[in-house]
């Protein structure tokens, strides 16, 4: 069995019957730059579902009063907070790394001095000075 996913890839065409949008309008979309598609080498456009989903949420915003540029700025801001999602999740494993180093490093220097303190007295104390 391939372990490989698969990605299908649909014409202009079937991208348009699938997310019920005219084919100018999904040129359009990708001209103000709210869509990719995947080009071959000869310039057609390749859709993936990931892109048909994209297309109907995009009408659906539209639908809602949006404009082209507002989506934009949606999809903008949207990778955005994804991005520093991530830099969050990175930075919070390197703090938990650091503190479990930390620990670690103090519970060893609690052991090597563990055996050395001595305590003294205050008898001790007052018959040096």
């Known amino acids: 069995m391939n372990d490989k996913k698969t ?19 999904i040129r359009t979309y990708e001209e103000k730059g709210l869509i990719k598609p995947y080009r071959t080498k ?9 892109d048909v989903d994209k297309l109907i949420q995009i009408a659906n915003l539209s639908q809602r009063g949006i404009n082209l540029d ?11 907070i994804e991005e520093m999602q991530e830099n969050i999740e990175f930075l919070q494993e390197e703090i938990n790394n650091e ?3 930390r620990a670690k490093k103090e519970n ?12 003294k007295s205050n008898r001790d104390l007052r018959k040096k000075i």
């Not at 507002?70 to 955005?80: H, L, N």
């Open 42 to 50: 000869g310039g057609t456009r390749r859709y993936s579902q990931e």
């Open 108 to 119: 060893e220097i609690h052991k090597s001095y563990k055996n050395e303190i001595v305590k």
């Open 70 to 80: 507002g989506v934009k700025i949606i999809y903008e801001m949207r990778d955005k």
């Open 99 to 101: 503190k479990s180093d």
């Open 7 to 25: 990605v299908s890839l649909y014409f202009i065409s079937v991208a348009s019957t699938l997310s019920g949008i005219h084919p100018q309008t």
